[in-house]
């Protein structure tokens, strides 16, 4: 299980921005999951609020915003959502040629907080 260790380094992270802000409390935190990050969501937002615990984000709401698989099929020159991860041809012309524009990163977009 990554997220447990994906959600300590953003942790440290918030912490960071958190402290240099000159906040007393985060109390949002919106996260956006890459459409390939493998990263599971549940399990994600249990690790979050466990790494929290006794930080400044202690309590805070996490916003989870998962990106669509999106593949550009140069065949039919349009962008296409893939239904799932495992198929990748286009379910327009049916080419195998889809370039990949989601990602597989995980980014904090934005915190709120308490001054």
């Known amino acids: 299980m990554h997220e447990i260790t994906l959600c300590q380094r953003a942790l440290e992270l918030i912490e960071q921005q958190a402290v240099a802000s000159g906040a007393r409390r985060v109390t949002g935190v919106w996260l956006?999951?890459?459409a390939f990050s493998c990263i599971e969501i549940d399990a994600l937002t249990f690790c979050f609020d466990l790494v929290c615990?006794?930080?400044l984000a202690e309590g805070c709401t996490l916003h989870v915003e998962q990106?669509?698989?999106?593949?550009?099929?140069?065949?039919?020159q349009q962008y296409v959502t893939l239904l799932s991860l495992r198929v990748r041809r286009?379910?327009?012309?049916?080419s195998d040629q889809l370039h990949?524009?989601?990602d597989d990163g995980m980014q904090i977009q934005r915190l709120e907080i308490e001054e």
């Open 32 to 34: 956006h999951i890459g």
């Open 53 to 55: 615990r006794g930080s």
């Open 67 to 76: 990106q669509q698989a999106e593949c550009w099929c140069p065949s039919c």
């Open 90 to 94: 286009c379910p327009q012309c049916q």
């Open 100 to 102: 990949i524009v989601a």
